[in-house]
């Protein structure tokens, strides 16, 4: 998985670094630069979740996608906690990993140029605080739930790409949850009506496929 992954990252024009087991992962961030992280929750010698603790006590502020086929939420909250920064559940759709690597690195890239704060994030006059599980728009709390506020932290990460109805599934609710369509568009269309109090419609249905949140 490890070199089909490499492989998939590199056709996506990436620079990539493939090591096999936790100390070597270790031992490339102490020598190496690099931009992000994509780290398996299984790893041989030392798994991936006490590396990330290693790599957040030694101070390094790399961002860090996970990678974990447990699904669970309790384990999710953990990868989080942790301090990754986004975490994709195997099997991964290639795309969908790339998208939030992109995310990740546009988010580093815009903190960097001082265009936001660390623990926001910022789209048109949305601003999301995922650490604070609050959103603002012009300045103003909109008040959203916590299923409202999770879709709209995904939308917000991948702004301007379309986050499919399963993506949403997975992400809001939980693989091991049963989900209508129904049910996202009901909630979909109640947040909607807390978001256009201050302004335009922000997202946009595709047809067949999700939403997307405007940039």
Not at 144 to 153: A, T, V, Y
């Amino acid at each position: 998985m490890r070199e089909q992954l490499a492989d998939q990252l590199v056709a996506f024009g990436h620079t990539v670094t493939a090591v096999a087991d936790g100390p070597a992962g270790l031992s490339s961030l102490g020598t190496e630069a690099f931009d992000i992280v994509v780290l398996d929750w299984m790893l041989p010698t030392l798994d991936g979740l006490p590396l990330l603790r290693e790599v957040r006590a030694r101070g390094l502020r790399i961002p860090v996608l996970m990678l974990t086929a447990l699904g669970q939420t309790i384990d999710k909250v953990e990868v989080l906690d942790a301090g990754a920064d986004d975490y994709v559940v195997k099997p991964c759709d290639p795309l969908e990993l790339n998208a939030r690597i992109k995310a990740l690195l546009r988010a580093r890239s815009a903190r960097s140029a001082g265009e936001q704060p660390a623990d926001t994030i910022e789209v048109g006059n949305i601003v999301i605080s995922p650490a604070g599980a609050r959103a603002w728009r012009k300045g103003q709390s909109l008040g959203l739930s916590q299923i409202e506020f999770r879709m709209l932290l995904e939308l917000a990460r991948l702004a301007g790409d379309t986050v499919t109805r399963a993506m949403l599934v997975e992400r809001v609710w939980g693989r091991d949850l049963v989900t209508t369509s129904n049910v996202i568009e009901a909630h979909i269309r109640h947040f909607r009506v807390k978001l256009c109090r201050y302004g335009d419609d922000p997202i946009e249905t595709v047809r067949g496929a999700g939403y997307s949140l405007r940039r």
